[in-house]
């Protein structure tokens, strides 16, 4: 927590070497987050960019209230959130040129071989569940403040956790077959 | 077919690497980003660290939570404790004084926490903080008092597989102990827990150990700050062991509202190990050869 508030001190005077090291601290925490979100690499790196982009033109202003990782995940998942929200609805629009799941074998595949399972199961949680299953696990957001980031209450927030969590349960103990 | 209970272990295990192409498209954003200016820098020819960041009341309040948990583990040893306050007290002072070594747990409940709790090993020249979420270690911390100017802090992130070092003027870092000199005196320590409203907890016993405790929720405590905080709120007691006059337990609960946000503390410090003797080599930062390792010199340009 010292180093972070060490950097955004100096980020907050518009050091780039600071956002460098927040940079190269959290990216591949960031990237795989996103990924994880929309099961696409390359969105990813596109949400993971763009929050950036935001993160750098707030220099001057950004204050730090909780943890810098936790603030960091946040945007990438209203970034990804706002994404998929525009994806679907491009789908509806041109339903017809959408290639189904199975037709994007990365999805599953893109952490590893070892992975491919979960990130099938995650793939299919309602996106809902899924973010707050990650920001939680992975990101190690605790219930209380993804519910205030998402101004949604904690028990919607341990709801959806407990859903998701069940139903990754039950797709990778195969009592829902694929 | 991976057992259920894996399963937060293994979204943990998610792992991607940013490309070389993300790298570089950031990279070259942040190279476009307005530098320092020469106005800034010029205000701050030889800024001091310490006040900067003290303008924050809330960075003030978490920095006075850090010092007195400081206090209470171990800085007591850099510090004359000649006058004591009471029976007991006294029995802390002398007695953190003489230690040559502590281990100790740290859990802190703060929402905002990255770790579910740390263990710190403490001795006169050298502290080393392992870090834990789930039981597995995140990070850890090691930081080197020995420099006759210098501090040196290395943080060793074990998921990341980084470390990153970084090396303080002890001239420019007094900001973690200088806001109140008497913060880092435990005979004002303990003196300032009496003077406040306070109350004796009276014996209890933890852990087996029977121990006599002093509690405080006097903001007071926390002394003045150099802005407006709302709704501050602290509580602190410590506990000390009846038959060692050792520290046993201590907790520390603080809130505030700064800005409109509301800003949380709450720690939990205990499994004290008090004058033990620590072998040196645990304080050598072990960071692995696969690890990258990211070194921040300029800190004197803060």
């Known amino acids: ?178 | 077919m991976r057992p259920a209970e894996n399963i937060n272990e293994l979204i943990k295990k998610l792992k991607l690497k940013a490309s070389a192409d993300l790298d570089r498209r950031v990279h070259d954003d942040i190279s476009m980003a307005p530098a320092e200016s020469d106005k800034a820098k010029s205000a701050f020819t030889q800024p001091n660290i310490g006040r900067t960041i003290m303008k924050s009341p809330i960075v003030k309040l978490a920095a006075a939570a850090v010092i007195i948990v400081l206090v209470v583990l171990g800085l007591f040893e850099f510090i004359g404790t000649e006058k004591t306050s009471g029976v007991v007290w006294a029995d802390v002072v002398r007695k953190v004084g003489a230690s040559r070594g502590l281990i100790v747990r740290c859990s802190d409940s703060t929402a905002s926490s990255e770790d579910d709790y740390s263990i710190t090993y403490t001795s006169p020249t050298y502290c080393r903080k392992d870090f834990y979420k789930d039981g597995q270690i995140i990070r850890t911390g090691y930081t080197d008092f020995t420099g006759s100017d210098t501090y040196t802090l290395t943080d060793v992130f074990h998921m990341r597989k980084h470390s990153l070092t970084t090396t303080f003027k002890k001239s420019e870092y007094q900001f973690f102990l200088e806001w109140n000199n008497d913060w880092t005196n435990p005979e004002f320590l303990v003196q300032k827990i009496l003077s406040c409203e306070h109350s004796k907890l009276g014996q209890k016993t933890i852990e087996g150990v029977l121990c006599e405790g002093i509690e405080t929720t006097d903001p007071a405590y926390i002394g003045p700050l150099p802005g407006p905080v709302n709704n501050l709120q602290v509580e602190f007691r410590l506990w000390v062991s009846v038959e060692t006059g050792y520290p046993v337990l201590y907790e520390s609960k603080m809130s505030a509202e700064y800005e409109g946000e509301v800003w949380e503390s709450e720690n939990v410090t205990d499994q004290f190990q008090w004058d033990v003797e620590l072998d040196p080599g645990i304080f050598e930062p072990n960071i692995p050869s696969d690890y990258e390792r990211l070194t921040w010199p300029e800190v004197k340009e803060l």
């Open chain 1, 1 to 178: 927590m010292l180093e972070d508030k060490l950097l955004i001190l100096k980020f907050n005077r518009g050091n780039r070497e600071a956002l460098r090291s927040i940079y190269e601290k959290y990216k591949n925490d960031l990237v795989t987050l996103a990924a994880a979100l929309l099961n696409d690499v390359s969105s990813a790196e596109d949400v993971v960019h763009d929050v950036f982009v935001g993160f750098i033109e707030s220099s001057r202003k950004f204050r730090l209230t909780g943890s810098l990782k936790g603030y960091l995940a946040t945007c990438v998942a209203n970034n990804a959130r706002n994404r998929n929200k525009a994806g679907r609805r491009h789908q509806n629009v041109e339903a017809s040129v959408v290639m189904p799941d199975a037709n994007r074998p990365d999805a599953a595949a893109m952490f590893g071989e070892e992975l491919r399972q979960l990130g099938w199961a995650l793939e299919q949680l309602p996106y809902e569940q899924r973010e707050v299953l990650l920001l939680h696990s992975y990101s190690g957001m605790k219930f209380k403040a993804i519910a205030q980031q998402q101004k949604i209450s904690i028990n919607t927030v341990q709801g959806r956790y407990r859903y998701a969590v069940d139903k990754l349960r039950s797709m990778l103990n195969g009592e829902v077959k694929k």
